[in-house]
């Protein structure tokens, strides 16, 4: 079925911020936050939770979940209460209300990420898309932010790439 | 019950189209509430009914990032321990409830499955790329993606 028409929402200042990096968040990773997200997910590796095993594996200390990223230094002045990052983020800004989480692409160097590192990430808007959703009646627009993370030593651990959906209230 | 830390598979015994291991997940409210202290997301939406209900969901639902690290989880098992997980992808094309109050757990198993699509050698790493999924109990695919992981080689 050919798409329908729609206007784009797509405006020269959207397509400006493509590839601008946003500021910088620092994000740590400790004993205790490397065993609180490896019990959410339901890890049983001894790995993740004692210290002499994830020594004898070769790491460092107790490594990061395939996932886990850090947790966002927190501070009420200036992060956000829900989601515990930055308050407002900046840069790109959709037009649209409604919000949906498309996706999750992480890609790892190789470089160990253990308890007891300290990452520091900043994001970029790497693209913009729209297509018509059939089922909903409405246009969406589609974004893709990379995020990269880089260690104490300077060294880039990780690049993670997130898909955002957003579109207008179905009817309005 | 899954071992702890599954034997070691090497390069050399996996061919394209190898089905890996299967994990099996059955969210509940408790688990949900338990990443959202883990990952630090708070939002409502994963574990108060009535503030799902005004955004007009059905009832709680899972977290993407949640299903992603279960993707993750499926292929850290198949690295083993002498493997490493290089990516982890995966898209959510729908929502997955969580059981709650005395509901069976059973009822909203949530299975994650790989098969593996390519291997080969750059450098000295072995690489063997997989597609990935997660499975509602109704069979229905909620969250397909693609892996990739660095094998250890007999030698």
Known sequence: MADQEFESAITDEMRALIGVKGPETVSELTTTSVRMFARSVGYVDPAFYDEDAAQARGFRSLPAPPGYLGTPIFNPADSDPTFGGRRGGGGFRSPYPLVLNGGTDIEYTGEQICAGDTLTSSTALASLNERWSGALGVPMLIQVSETTYTNQNGKVVAISRGTGISYPRPGD | MSDAVPDQIYFEDIDVGDSIPELEKSPTSQQLVQ???????????????????????????????LK????????????????????????????????????SAQEKKFTLRGTVTRKYTEGER?????????????????????GVVVLPSRG
């Open chain 2, 35 to 65: 990443w959202a202290a883990g990952s630090g997301d708070f939002y409502q939406i994963h574990y108060d009914t009535s503030y799902a209900q005004d955004t007009g969901l059905d009832d709680i639902i899972v977290h993407g990032a």
């Open chain 2, 68 to 103: 992603h690290a279960f993707l993750g989880e499926l292929l850290w098992r198949f690295a083993g321990p002498e493997g490493q997980v290089k990516r982890v992808q995966c898209s959510y094309r729908g929502m997955d409830p969580a059981a709650q109050g005395r509901e």
């Open chain 2, 126 to 146: 072995n690489i063997v790329e997989l597609d990935i999924e997660g499975v509602r109990a109704d069979g229905s695919v909620s969250t397909p993606g693609q």
